[in-house]
């Protein structure tokens, strides 16, 4: 972050692994800033190279001057929150709660079987609560075999059918 000497304007390079630049990680980075800073208007410059990083360079209108409260080790740390994906969220509070070794397990056998429209509908903390759930309670053990084969086999797990 580099602020103008008259504090009209804040520079901020950000740099995020290019798979993981989208138009929509960007705006959410580009809100975030502008809320820190008071940013009335914002632009900004993506450049992506043969690079691993994307590199993004903000400019925010601060007509009001830069606050000098800005925690800027807090706001780095949301930056990387928001660029680090659902699977990883998914790993880490799979690990945080079984531990690495059996968390790491669980994503392995797990992490690639929730769908996009799943991911967007529930926090990754929370599917993994749920898959851990599902994981050790009894008949898990069945479960999970018959949930692998049928991916392999290219079929949806399906649940029991009800008939009326």
């Known amino acids: 972050m580099r602020a103008d000497p008259f504090g009209r304007y804040v520079a901020c390079l ?3 692994p290019r798979d993981r630049y989208n138009t929509a990680l960007r705006e ?32 925010l209108r601060t007509p009001q001057g830069v606050p000098a409260d800005v925690d800027t080790d807090q706001l780095e740390q949301r930056l990387l929150e928001l660029s680090r994906s659902w699977s990883d969220r ?29 991911q967007e509908r529930l926090d990754a903390r929370a599917a993994a609560v749920r898959r851990l759930a599902g994981a050790t309670g009894p008949g898990a053990a069945h479960r999970g075999r018959v949930r692998r084969q049928r991916a392999d086999e290219g079929l949806r797990p399906r649940g029991p059918r009800h008939l009326h």
């Open 90 to 118: 998914l790993r880490d509070a799979l690990v945080d709660a079984a531990g690495e070794e059996h968390g790491n397990r669980l994503y392995e056998a797990y992490g690639r079987a929730f769908p996009a429209s799943y």
């Open 28 to 59: 959410r980075m580009q809100q975030l800033l502008e809320r820190a800073f008071g940013a009335t208007e914002s632009e900004f410059q993506a450049q992506l190279s043969e690079s691993t990083l994307a590199r993004l360079l903000f400019t």
């Open 14 to 16: 950000v740099f995020v």
